[in-house]
Nanobody
Framework: QVQLVESGGGLVQAGGSLRLSCAASGSIFSINAMGWYRQAPGKQRELVAAITDGAETYTDSVKGRFTISRDNAKNTVYLQMNSLKPEDTAGYYC????????????????WGQGTQVTVSS
């Protein structure tokens, strides 16, 4: 089993920045891919960004504003969010899986509890 714990959410004004962190523990040898999803009220969950060795992906709406990174020594993945917009407001969830393809399909084996990001206009 893998446990994921997110931190770093909060309230920020439009144009501001936040950095989310997700620390993995447990059977981390089974993880090759990590990423972030978000879900706003009344909307479907969407992939924000994901990372594995040699590959990253971002949803179009965050390209150029968000950056995903991973510190393997700390078993932690980060999401640096700059130039935040009110439409970025959502619950952000960390996800992890052995497979990058499975993770980006939305069927990751491991999920965190989520952290709320609220962007005020």
């Amino acid at each position: 089993q893998v446990q994921l714990v997110e931190s770093g959410g909060g309230l920020v004004q439009a144009g501001g920045s936040l950095r989310l962190s997700c620390a993995a523990s447990g059977s981390i040898f089974s993880i090759n891919a990590m990423g972030w999803y978000r879900q706003a009220p009344g909307k479907q969950r969407e992939l924000v960004a994901a990372i594995t060795d040699g590959a990253e992906t971002y949803t179009d709406s965050v390209k150029g504003r968000f950056t995903i990174s991973r510190d393997n020594a700390k078993n932690t993945v980060y999401l640096q969010m700059n130039s935040l917009k009110p439409e970025d407001t959502a619950g952000y969830y960390c996800a992890a899986d052995r497979s990058f393809m499975v993770l980006t399909s939305g069927s990751a084996n491991y999920w965190g509890q989520g952290t709320q990001v609220t962007v005020s206009s």
